[in-house]
């Protein structure tokens, strides 16, 4: 049984930093292609980094451009966040996907973890 685990997340001051990792039993995550999405309340789940599994390519949303960036190390995914604003309050999930290359098409995941929860307030 594959299961996702997210950790890492808390309360942060606007301007604070956190760093949310993805580990996984029943895989081995460095085989598959990786995604953080989060979902804020009341709004849609959306796409937040992803780093594929082919060349370690990562992507970034467009509104985390500067701020956030995912990494590898040994056999986990970690979301690096920084310059961390109200908005960005959610939360944060990490999904697997066994393909070379990741997408922010959530429909392409194959497994999902239960999610972390970060609120950014003062």
């Known amino acids: 049984q594959v299961q996702l685990v997210e950790s890492g997340g808390g309360l942060v001051q606007p301007g604070g930093s956190l760093r949310l990792s993805c580990g996984a039993s029943g895989i081995n995550l460095n085989d598959y292609s990786v995604a953080w999405f989060r979902q804020a309340p009341g709004k849609e789940r959306e796409g937040v980094s992803c780093?594929?599994?082919?060349?370690?390519r990562t992507r970034v949303g467009d509104s985390m451009l500067g701020r956030f960036s995912i990494a590898r190390d040994n056999g986990k995914v970690y979301l690096q966040m920084d310059n961390l604003l109200p908005e960005d309050t959610a939360d944060y999930y990490c999904a697997a996907m066994d393909h070379v290359y990741c997408w922010f098409k959530q429909g392409m995941y194959d497994y999902w973890g239960q999610g972390t929860q970060v609120t950014v307030s003062s």
């Open positions: 780093i594929s599994s082919y060349n370690n």
